[in-house]
């Protein structure tokens, strides 16, 4: 195991240019993700620099198997915290080999509006929250529960302390540090009401870039709980009764300017 440590943290640049890039995409469901990796020859920093690819949509759900390529777009990099060095996280959007979005790309229809002159002009402002819930592998039983039992009722455990209250803080921690290292703008974490329930927070984020963030924090943190053992889920209700929910939200800053006052409100609403 010690070998295999050794080669995962192998630093290429001591011996090649290549890079490694992870191009990531939005399967089927609208919530699961998929991604594979390429070479590059060199570094590369602005998306429009890098190879579009192709995959199977008939194995994510988005083609059927008579005509199965589905091209993947590259749209935004951040840099990779799992291989590091120059090596980067791609976030795509799918097209029909004719170049037409597939109908689970929402994102296609997002950047025409976010780059339309008057959008860009108002510099739109986002803080997106996402709770989740870390499960046992395998029971798909919330983390520090007791197997087919109950943890004692909530309430010390929002934004609780010590180890019958927080559960699973290494892997939130590590997913703090990566998404920063990535470039991601998480402005903070907590342990949420349920206990194995945590949220992180991704803003303020301009735009579209707000959306893309949100998908590869999700990514990083789909990858971390796999290192970890633990099942990750956005589930809005994964224990039923009287057990605290999870979700996502998102916070848009509103500024106008009435004569001589600046008015400033925060709207929310759910996202999937």
Known sequence: MSLLSDLINLNLSETTEKVIAEYIW????????????????????DPSKLPKWNYDGSSTGQAPG???EVIIYPQSIFKDPFRRGNHILV?????????EPIPT?????AAKIFSHPDVVAEEPWYGLEQEYTLLQKDINWPLGWPVGGFPGP??????????????????????YKACLYAGINVSGINGEVMPGQWEFQVGPSVG???????????????????????????????????WNGAGAHTNYRVTLRIGGLLLT???????P
Request: with cysteine; charged share 25%.
């Open 26 to 45: 939005i399967g089927g469901s609208g919530m699961d993700l998929r991604s594979k990796a390429r070479t590059l020859s060199g570094p590369v920093s």
């Open 91 to 99: 976030m795509c959007d799918a097209y029909t080999p004719a170049g």
């Open 105 to 109: 790309n929402k994102r296609h229809a």
């Open 265 to 271: 409100w925060t709207l929310m609403w759910l996202l």
């Open 208 to 242: 579209i870039s707000a959306g893309d963030e949100l998908w590869v924090a999700r990514y990083i943190l789909e990858r971390i709980t796999e290192i970890a053992g633990v099942v990750l889920s956005f589930d809005p209700k994964p224990i039923q009764g009287d």
């Open 154 to 175: 909530q309430g010390p455990y929002y934004c609780g302390v010590g180890a019958d209250k927080a559960f699973g803080r290494d892997i939130v921690d590590s997913h």
């Open 66 to 68: 008579e005509d199965s």
